[in-house]
């Protein structure tokens, strides 16, 4: 008896200790770019500004817009755009918090895991912390695969485990499964995918109830895909494609976790051939390939966030599969080690953009022309890549002043260059870092040119050739007649150097 309730004492420690941990890198999360703008009315075209949204009446227009002009996710975005425009963070994150724990519920019963099992408990409550870490830990993130995915989750345990053929029963089942289907696309394509096989499979020993399931399900699916803000959106997918190499290796944290929980199955011999006789381990096996077929017609555009409901089938795949695990004690360890690493990692780039967010906003909110100056050594961070989480306060700042000139982000250096008609100049601002301005009509060619490191190699690529009139580099300001633009090089097996030709 004693032992029972200690391993139930230490199963509630992990699921608080994790509980605790994404509450509190989520409170330091600084809620930049869609955050803000989901705070704001959508409109159906350009001609009125984004205002303020004023109640309910505006919710439901807002999503008619989002519906036609985004995504088809009307019931996850209305959630979003709730807790964005009409509550405060802290019950956010409260929320969230709650919705994490009834995750771990719902994937407990799913995986038969109780709470006797502290190394199953441990493992799988680690792998979806993992899983959910790797994403901005703000409301349209969160909401979008973590509630969603608690709400699929749930669909599945109605699917295999309600037995109610009643009237109501069938009625808030069938809402609900609607609702499911509706979550997310990253969820609902590949799920619909693998349901129509397992349907036809699974036919003879179905209830009334569980075609309900399906069919709602389905429905709801349906609904999300055919929105007409979803062809819109595919189309400036495709457009904006970098390569697909760039957006396999920009996935590498949920391709490791993939590839642990393969790794995990394989030396504890998990026989998938096995998994076929229980009804959930075969819809989750149906599942993975359509996740992948989804990954190639996308072009591996966000593999991360079509990686994250794959990484959650294959948990409650693999460790529902495994009974006892082996080397409990190096497991333990490992796992440890990783989500120390991982905290510390999180804490540190969370506190540094909170920092550095805090101080944009409030300098934008006070600029007049909309230059915000950074320190140099803030400004290289994230390659420079400063403008990516601004859109949505900037949006937010115009609703309120609609002639504040938009936001541009320059480092400190350059407030104290004099930058007269037509100027071309190159300056330093880190061991690996330039901002150069080159001439509208005299411009002077700037080179940049890399070596690859250790210098023993000696080998150089190719030079580039600075043409910021008709080129395809960032584009940090316009001053009298100079365009302005900047290198940084992060890259530690490489060394740059910008130079004058």
Known sequence: MID????????????????????????????????????????????????????????????????????????????????????????????????????LISSFKLTNVSLKEPIRIFILTSIFFF?????????????????MGTIVLIWFNILLFNKSNSIPNIIWIF????????????????????????????????????????????????????????FVR???????????????????????????????AITHKVQFKDLLNFRLYLLLILSIPFCVILGILMKFENLSRILIPLNIFLSILVIGNIKVFKHTYYSYLLISLIFIIVFIHEYRMNKSNYQKYTLITNSYHTSTDGRVYLPDSIFIKDDGNNNYYNLGFVIQERSDNPNKPYIKILPESLSKIKINNDTNFITQIGAQAWIFGQSVNNPQKITIRKKICPSILKLSLIETNVNLIHGDFLILDTINNTIISCHINNRVFLKSCVQFE
């Not at 075209?45 to 989002?66: C, F, N, V, W």
């Not at 901005?136 to 973590?146: A, Q, R």
């Not at 990253?186 to 309900?212: D, E, H």
């Not at 400036?236 to 995990?264: M, V």
């Open 4 to 103: 029972k309730n200690y391993n139930k004492n230490i199963s509630i420690g992990i699921i608080v200790l994790f509980s605790l941990t994404l509450y509190y890198l989520s409170s330091i999360f600084f809620w930049s770019s869609d955050s803000p703008y989901f705070a704001l009315k959508f409109e159906m075209d350009d001609t009125d500004p984004y205002r303020k949204m004023l109640g309910i009446k505006d919710l439901i227009e807002s999503q008619r817009a989002h519906y036609m002009n985004w995504s088809g996710r009307f019931f996850c975005q209305s959630i979003v755009q709730v807790f964005c425009a009409f509550t405060t963070r802290p019950v956010f994150e409260i929320c969230n918090i709650l919705v994490w724990i009834i995750f």
């Open 175 to 230: 809402i609900f499964s609607v609702i499911a289907g509706n979550a997310q696309e990253a969820f609902s394509i590949p799920l619909c995918g693998a349901l129509s096989i397992w349907a036809i499979i699974q036919r003879k020993k179905l209830m009334t109830s569980q075609w309900v399931t399906i069919i709602g399900f389905a429905l709801g699916a349906l609904i999300l895909i055919i929105a007409p803000g979803n």
């Open 234 to 264: 595919f189309g400036l997918t495709l457009k904006s494609q970098t390569s697909i190499i760039h957006n396999i290796f920009n996935a590498y944290p949920q391709i490791l976790i993939s590839g642990g929980l393969f790794l995990i």
């Open 131 to 147: 899983v959910f870490i790797t994403l901005p830990l703000d409301p349209p993130f969160l909401v979008n695969y973590l509630w």
